[in-house]
């Protein structure tokens, strides 16, 4: 398994000039139009309407099979989005559970306000869907990815007793937002392009510019002091940013939770432009797949990760997304398993069927691109070895690649040499940008 080595062999897509349809997001949805009957769309639609799956203490139900009050409040909601009618929810919502400072943090919600949520995100996205404003549609979605939209256990799991809904951290730790406020948001940040593929890169790329991983440790009094809410991270506070009281010179940052945050975040925030993104627990890390356009982040921590970002040329957020091959490649090919990417439902023990190699494949396009564009983050780790006096076989630059390659293929790439001719070009160490 080799990496590439800035010969130009490898192509990365890019996405220029930017089109948004962003503003006409930022109107009503319906945009002054006659509302439609949802549920006589959905009628005709019985692949996506039987996606809308709920449960509750009668067990699991489809559209078809809800009860009229319940898609009576579907069609409300879909009206409010339709017409510009702020959601209503509270945000956050009130977590029922009250977790001791030192315990893994949990959200909890009653059963009226996970209704409420669960219809408002499912009455937004199908408003956006009858909009046309999107170039992709959910009638072309296989039903893996339908669920990931509007099936209520992608957001959460239903326990009998108390008769209440928590959030799986497997499918992110992160509570989503109303919907009101993530597509405010995405359209605000003008995030949403006439392609799936560019939405999901202008979203890394403003995570990139964004997101910093919390510190400290994975505990309740943390997430409070990080995001002031006793439970998992609310995305309208990732989004908006906030202080951290544990050492409040930090200031006001656009704070996640590591890995498994991230993916939270992509998947609350995309869903509401109906393009489905999956958490992939992973060996105490997180992936992030894409499935409705085949691509994949190697770690949740990509986007923000020091490693990649160059000075000449400018990498593009697109290019931290892997193909399938490269993740079949990368994560499936030796694992034991046919197929990595299990079902929604499926938990197995991932961790114990991979090898070492591809344990060091998470977070690995970052990696790639440093090698491919000799980012500053390399050309420092590289400029800190020549000041320390350390050979190829000691230095930090060598351990970059750990678990990758070897000293012999890097050379015989010619890493040095071409760190080198760089510095040589910006005038040496101390003309170097930070990371």
């Known amino acids: 398994m080799t990496l590439s080595d800035g010969s130009g062999k490898q192509q990365v897509e890019t996405y220029s000039p930017r089109q948004r349809i962003s503003s006409q997001l930022l109107a009503p949805i319906g945009q002054g139009r006659a509302l439609p009957d949802v549920l006589a769309w959905l009628a005709g639609q019985p692949t996506v309407a039987a996606s809308l799956v709920w449960e509750n203490a009668t067990g699991v139900a489809s559209l078809p099979a809800w009860s009229s009050a319940q898609q009576a409040d579907l069609v409300a909601m879909f009206a409010r989005a339709w017409n510009g009618t702020a959601s209503g929810l509270v945000d956050p919502p009130p977590n029922t559970q009250f977790p001791a400072d030192d315990s893994l943090p949990y959200t909890t919600l009653d059963a009226t306000t996970s209704w409420k949520l669960y219809s408002a995100l499912v009455g937004w996205s199908l408003a956006v869907e009858l909009s046309g404003s999107l170039s992709w549609s959910v009638t072309t979605y296989d039903a893996e990815a339908l669920a990931l939209l509007f099936d209520a256990r992608q957001t959460f799991a239903y326990a009998r007793a108390p008769n209440a809904y928590y959030f799986d951290f497997d499918q992110g730790a992160t509570v989503p937002a ?34 910093i991983h919390f510190t400290g440790a994975l505990n309740t009094l943390n997430m409070e002091q990080q995001w002031q809410y006793r439970g998992y991270p609310p995305l309208s506070r990732v989004l908006a940013g906030t202080p951290y009281t ?15 945050g991230t993916a939270g975040v992509f998947h609350s925030l995309l869903r509401l432009i109906n393009i489905p ?13 894409f499935p409705t356009e085949g691509r994949y982040l190697t770690h949740g921590d990509d986007p923000y990760d020091r490693a990649w970002p160059s000075l000449h040329p400018v990498t593009p957020a697109s290019a931290l997304l892997i193909d399938q091959a490269h993740f079949h490649q990368w994560f499936e090919a030796t694992s034991g398993l046919s197929k990595l990417d299990l079902g929604l439902h499926d938990k197995p023990n991932i961790a114990q069927s ?23 983050y390399l050309l420092n780790e590289y400029c800190s070895d020549l000041s320390h006096g350390l050979s190829h076989s000691a230095g930090a630059t060598l351990a970059f690649f750990k678990g990758l390659c070897g000293q012999a293929e890097l050379e015989a790439r010619g890493l040095w040499t071409r760190l080198d001719a760089k510095l040589a070009a910006l005038g040496g160490c101390g003309k170097v940008p930070p990371a």
């Open 178 to 211: 109303p919907p009101d406020v993530a597509l405010q948001f995405l359209a605000q940040n003008s995030l949403v392009s006439l392609s799936a593929l560019d939405s999901i890169a202008w979203l890394i790329d403003w995570a990139h510019h964004n997101l």
């Open 246 to 260: 544990g050492n409040p010179s930090d200031g006001i940052r656009h704070r996640t939770a590591g890995c498994h």
């Open 277 to 289: 993104a999956r958490k992939l627990p992973l060996q105490g890390h997180a992936l992030i797949h």
């Open 354 to 376: 991979l090898d070492a190699k591809q344990l060091a494949n998470i977070g690995r396009q970052p990696r790639e691109l440093a090698l491919q564009n000799l980012s500053n």
